[in-house]
Structures are given as structure tokens and as C-alpha cells.
């Protein structure tokens, strides 16, 4: 396999596509407490639903109209007409603390990073192979971003605030800039913090993603609920609602499908795929992947091999067999022992396995199995 | 003869698989892999029913007894090769097998004339296949070439490989510097034998040698060192096989060599 299939940079698009406005949104909303019924009128930034998880935002209508349907994954709006607008919130005039982080999660942003430290790392590598859209915001939405990088900076008040990329040509207002050689895996959060810290486990600095940035750079600017997400999809980069069906972002982009396809939400590597074309995309999404059926030998329910690859591409420097192999058996504590908590979820260890081992879902399956009500997180990329 | 030791390490495979209501695993070429290299250590001019039987031992004894490809605790080829060896000693011998030829079997020759007997070859002939000895392990250039396009190809990887070289040529060569005329070179001892096929085809066999860059490593250098120690002090002139299963031995030590994961402070990690 050739190596330059992990190569973070890629040619841009010529700018972001708006994706039209669809008659139904599917908001996911799976983990959540409904706060409106089936039936009701919902105005564009009204709450709908909160998490049980006090710094996960809240999900919020991005559109007005009638609830159309309601279970326990999606809650379905048809769009009508707008009626009162819900008040805007001027974050700049929250003080920074419990109640600006109050005004970012009722405008549905999670804001479990948004605390005080000294350094704030901006993450500008595109987070996957094929993923284009942390250079794309960078190069054309650098106003919202930095917007949102003058809040962050405010609720943040770091000493020193550094932005990574891939190349030196970007620039981020207050920010230096340093240069990460844009490779797969080093766009992960814990990669790029080291990058920039010396230290794998840094203290008092956070990171966030550009994407991240441009959320809140949007909703400081609208002083309404976020809405919309920016995603790349086969090369180009759009901007959609939250909970515009796949299918018809699809068909806007030309992107054919065909029965046996696998369509991956957040990027090939670190992903996951969904089985519903009419799936309404999340606003944690940062790109929506079309793998054709047989572009991958199907993972199968077969032994390990011990030959050694997994460990030898582990960013972690763990050992994905010994870990598989407890995982597989229900051995969750011998995994635990073995790092599991190290784990970064890259995806390597799946895409080198020779024998075709579901090394990542084993991975999964023991921390969701450890840690049963870490998984409902709706988690974005990084941070 | 290596046909009929992949027919039957291919049969019994087949049988194991039925036997255990398996799906049939031939299709991954493994067994018909593992009684091929098996092949390549028997001598030239072996029985066919000593290659049938070690055949059948590979798959059966080395492998499937354990649990199949990745679970054998040992090489399986070179477990054919022991049992053989121990069974039948007279049929292994290289050098008796093939005591109508006009030229000697270098081990041999080494082990009970001496270095002094060494004359009789030139080690760039030996280095190209033109020796005496097991009938696919003595084509030392022609396994390099196959090894060299493996690890080109990233089939191989070259941790093991290289390090089990190396482990030969410093044991060999320590040997060698302190006293030339009672120790064979080092370039005689990687040009002779099974080192070579040793080297390429059975110490990195996935099940039984370790994971990670240093325990392969160490892994290599461990079995290469054997190779020159039985060859110098043992009673076998070419202990590479064996060298081998003594190092896969050492592997689930060696696995406990694990790096700090990342981000977890050295105090913490047990």
C-alpha cells in the first residue's frame, strides 16, 4: 500500500457550497430528553431536546416549522413558515465563565473544554485522509474563525495560543503558527497536542478544532442556535443544516450511490457508518464518505494472526492484538490493563490487520463495556 | 518430493478443517507454504514417504494441534524438520544422503575436520548455491533474492530478517577474530546451511515470533546468535532449525517488552 494514502493535504475546492434548504430535516437526537412534542410549532434556534451530560449543547431546531414525527433517534421537522424569532443571545456581553459557557450550550455548542489554561492549541490539519474542510475554513471563512477564536480566547485567557497546521501559509490573529507534518495520524487531538506541547500529557492546555472555531465564530455572529455544519464530501466542501437528509445532500452533489455502499459519517478513518440515506447529518459532522461496496475486503469474524502490524502502526505504542483478543473474549479488565485508556480510536490497527480482524469495534466494544455512559456523547472531531 | 510434502500438508489441513467443521482454510495457501519450506530442509535425496510424514507432522504437530495459522507456539516447518530429524536421523543427514556426490557438505566437513578442511571452498560458490546440502535451504543467493523482493514488496517485515543476520555474523565473527584457525568465518556460516531460508522463511513466521519493533528485533538476534553457538558448540553441524525453536521458546518473554502507552506516566504503567 502506498504510504501517500494517509497524506493530509489534498487541492482545494474553489469555495463552500450551500446546500438548498430541504422540506424535512432529521435531527438526530438519540441520548437526549425531548423538550417538545410530536405536533408542535418550532421557530429556527429553538431548544428541542437536552442532554443528560450538562456540558453536551443543546439540539436545536434549524428550522422553522411543524414536529412531523418523533422516536427515539430522530426528530423529524417539516419546514413552514417563521413566526416569532426566538431572541437572539449576545454572547459578548456574558462574562466569561459559568455564563457565557450557559449562552454557548443553550446555542446547542458542547463546552466541556471551556475553562481556563495557558495554552490554547487551534487544530487546523485536516482531520483525515480525503478531508479537506479544516483548510478550506481556514482559507475561506478565516473572519468567522477568528470571531469564535476571540471568544474562545476570552473564556480561555491563555498565555499562548498556537495554531497547527499542515503548511505555514496559514495565520490566525494572535496566533503562531506551527507547522505538523500533514500525515495520518497526526491530526488526532493527542498527536497534535504533543506536537505543540513537547508532552503527551499536557497540563492546562486545550484544544480545539477549527471546525469548532467556526461554530461558535457562527453563532456569535447570529446570536442564534448553530444550524448548520460544514462537511466534505468526494473532494468539495458544503454547508448544510443540521439534519438535511444524506440523500438529498447527495443528489444536490451529484454523488451517485448504489445498493452495497457504505455511507461513513466524520471521515473514513475515525467514522462511522449509518444505514439510513434519509439520516439527518449531525452538527459535529466534518465529512460524509461514499465507500463503494468493494472497495475493502469485508472484515471477518477470524483469529489473529500475531503478525505484529497492528503494533507496529500504533500511534499509541500499544498492543491492538493482545487488547482485540481480550475485547473478543470478555476479558474487558486484561484490556484495561493492556492501555486501553491510551487508545485514540485512529483506525490503523483495523486498516492494517491482514486477517481482516474488526480490530476497531473490539476496541469500541471494551470501552463502551468499561465505560458504559461515555458513549452517548455525541463527540465531534476533536474536541 | 516438496510436492508430496505440500499434498499432504495440504491433506491433512484439509482433514483438520473437516474434523473440526471448520470452513476449509487451504484456499489461503498456508499449509501448502509451511510444507514447502518443510520440503526445503529435507536432503536432496530423502525417501518420498519422509516427505509425506514430516508433511503431515508440520501441519498437524506444528500447527493445527494449536490451533492453526497464528496460534503455533513454535515454527512449524522447523518442528517438522526436528521430529524428523529425531526420528529418522539417518535419512536427514545431508551429508549421508548425498555421500555419492564428489564434493562435502561444508557443515560437516566443519564440524568434524575442522577448519582447516575448509580449503576445499570457495564461500562466493558456496554463497550461489553450489554446495552440498538440504535440497532448497543450500540456495542461499536465491533465498536473499526472494527475501529482499518480500521485504520490498512490505510482505516481510525486515526487523526479524536482518536482525537474525546480524545475530549470526557478530556471534560467528566473535569467534572468528579471537582465533581464525579453530573458527569458521562469518561469511561461511551465512553462506551455508539453512541460515539463509532461516532467516527469511522460518524465524519470522508470524504465530511464534514476537510483536513490536524491539522484541523482533532482539527476537533475530537471539536465534542468530543460537545458530553460531549450536554450530560451534553443539553436536548438530547446522543447528539453524533448531536455533529457531529455541528462540520461539523466548517469545512470549519477549512480548512482555510493551513500550509506555501514550500519555500514560511511567510511575502509572505496570
Redesign the interface.
Known sequence: ?KSNVFSLRAELADSIVDVPVSNSLHVFIGGYEMLVKKGAKVQRGQALAVHPRPDVGLANAPVSGKVSSLDFAYLSIKAGKDGDPVEPIDLESLAPGEELNQGLHDLGISVGRIREAETLVINGLNPQPSVTIAEQLLRDEAETISLGLSLVRKAINPKRCVLAAGTGSYRLEGCTTQVVKPVYPNSLP?MVLKAVTGK??PESTVGFSVHKLWQIGHVLRTGRAIDETVFTLNGGNYRARIGTPLVDILDFANVEIHPGDRLVLSGPMTGYSVFNVEHGIEKNVFSVNVVPKNAYPPMEDR??????E???HC?????P?LIARYAEYGMFERAR?C?LD?C?ECGLCSYWCP?LRPMQHYIGFAKQQLHPQSGNAPTGWMH | MAGMACASAVACEALVCRIRRQPLSIENWNAFYIGLIFAMLLPAGAPWWLAIAGGAVTVLLGQALFGGLGSNPFSAPALGWAVCLVCWPQFMDVDMALASLPINEPLTQLKYFGVGSLWQFDTMQLFLGNQVGAAGASQAAALVLGGVWLMSRGVLRPFIPLAFLVGVAVTAGIHWSIDPTQYASPWFHLSTGSVMLCAFFLAPESGPSPCGRLPMILFGLLAGAMVAVIRIYGVYPDGAPFAVLLANLLTPLLDRIRPRPFGVLRRNHA
Open positions: 500500500m493527542p503527551e500529557v483469529p489473529c494472526i500475531n503478525c505484529g497492528c503494533v507496529l500511534p499509541a505504542r500499544l498492543q492484538n490493563e492501555g491510551a485514540m486477517a
